[in-house]
């Protein structure tokens, strides 16, 4: 059994974690409200420019489309592009995206295709690496979720459309966190490419619309742009997520920590009565026998 010394000791660690817990769920609390603002900003632009190139879709086919568009023709390269936080202290944040592209690449390879892994963020590499040795193509350093902006989703953007022109891949999905609430985060993973137009493609290909210069130039310009975007609102939903999860975790740290100090006080006051009683009987165990 631990010595009152000990429990102490114990009690006042505790004490110190709790501390920890309780000032980083506060500042993930308010890093939450501005990394949600910025990723439903991010969800309605991207929603509307996918609309835009849903139009769009309908009016091209065949080779005059663009190859992001068309894609290569076959389905044989599957690329995920997964992204992760560069810290951990989020509870499950990080295991749920990963999992999701498990899934997913477990899925592919069952079909027979061939599956390759574009990592951003550090957290995920480990796990991917151990259970798809061999098969990671390019990974991306982030600057922690702290500072995001549309530079790095250009840089990640552009990285995937020069392997995507090279021949490196056929398709493309992206896996991310969807922000929902500060304690509902999901996984999800979606195609970028080709793009993929969206269910009502058709419906939007029946507008009156012209457009000048012709659809094919405008989509040359739009899809990479869009692959851009689909990828920043991707960071942003991680970070909102990431802060949410975090938010969460710390939560329940705090809590725990209070049972914890709670349990090992009542040790700590059952021990030192015991001890004060012990001595008590030896003072008057000592006077009797004088």
């Known amino acids: 059994m631990a010595s009152l010394k ?3 000791g114990r009690i006042t660690s505790v004490k110190s974690t709790q501390k920890i817990t309780k000032a980083k769920k506060m500042v993930a609390a308010a890093k939450r409200a501005k990394a949600q603002s910025a990723a439903g900003a991010a969800r309605l632009y991207a929603a509307r420019l996918e609309a835009v190139v849903a139009s769009l879709a309908g009016k091209v086919s065949g080779d005059s489309a663009p190859k992001l568009l068309r894609g290569t023709g076959k389905s044989e390269t599957h690329l995920l592009v997964v992204m992760n936080s560069d810290r951990g202290l989020a509870g499950a944040f990080n295991s749920n995206i990963v999992k999701a592209a498990r899934d997913k690449a477990l899925s592919l390879q069952a079909e027979g295709k061939t599956v390759r892994f574009f990592l951003v963020g550090r957290k995920g590499r480990p796990v991917i690496a151990r259970l798809f ?7 991306y350093e982030t600057t922690g979720m702290r500072s995001i902006g549309f530079e790095q989703a250009r840089e990640i953007a552009d990285q995937l459309m020069g392997m995507f022109d090279a021949g490196a891949f056929d398709v493309a999905h992206l896996f991310f966190s969807r922000f929902r609430s500060a304690l509902v985060q999901e996984a999800t993973g979606q195609q970028i490419v080709p793009v993929a137009p969206p269910a009502d493609a058709a419906a939007a290909s029946g507008a009156a619309v012209e457009y000048e210069p012709g659809e094919e130039e405008i989509l040359a310009d739009l899809l990479p742009r869009n692959i851009a975007i689909q990828i920043f609102k ?13 938010m969460t975790a710390m ?24 001890a004060i009683t012990t001595e008590l009987i030896e003072i008057i165990a000592g006077a009797e026998a004088l």
């Open 234 to 246: 991707g960071l942003l939903e991680n970070a909102a997520s990431e802060q949410g999860a975090s």
């Open 251 to 274: 939560d329940n740290a705090t809590r725990n920590a209070g049972d914890l100090i709670s349990k090992l006080t009542i040790v700590y006051n059952r021990q030192r009565q015991a």
């Open 133 to 139: 040795p061999g098969q990671i193509v390019e990974q």
């Open 6 to 8: 000990e429990l102490k």
